[in-house]
């Protein structure tokens, strides 16, 4: 599984589906078989990033 964002592979598991890139700080979750990706923001919300790729970007890519 690679990063949409940054195409790193230095991705870890925080949950069930859900992953954080450790490069790019993005939060990821599987959700239907596409990603869905977030930002943490400093307070610890998150904003999601889904707007900045397509779909194909957002295709699992194991
Ligand atoms: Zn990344």
Redo the contacts with the bound molecule.
């Keep these: 599984m690679r ?6 592979k ?1 991705i870890g598991k925080i949950g069930v589906q859900q992953y954080y ?1 450790w ?4 939060e990821m979750a599987i959700v239907d078989n596409r990603l869905t990706v977030h930002q943490v923001e400093a307070d610890g919300s998150l904003s999601s990033l889904d707007d900045l790729f397509s779909q194909e970007e957002r295709k699992i890519q194991w």
């Design positions: 990063c949409p964002n940054c195409n790193g230095d890139c490069t790019c700080f993005i």
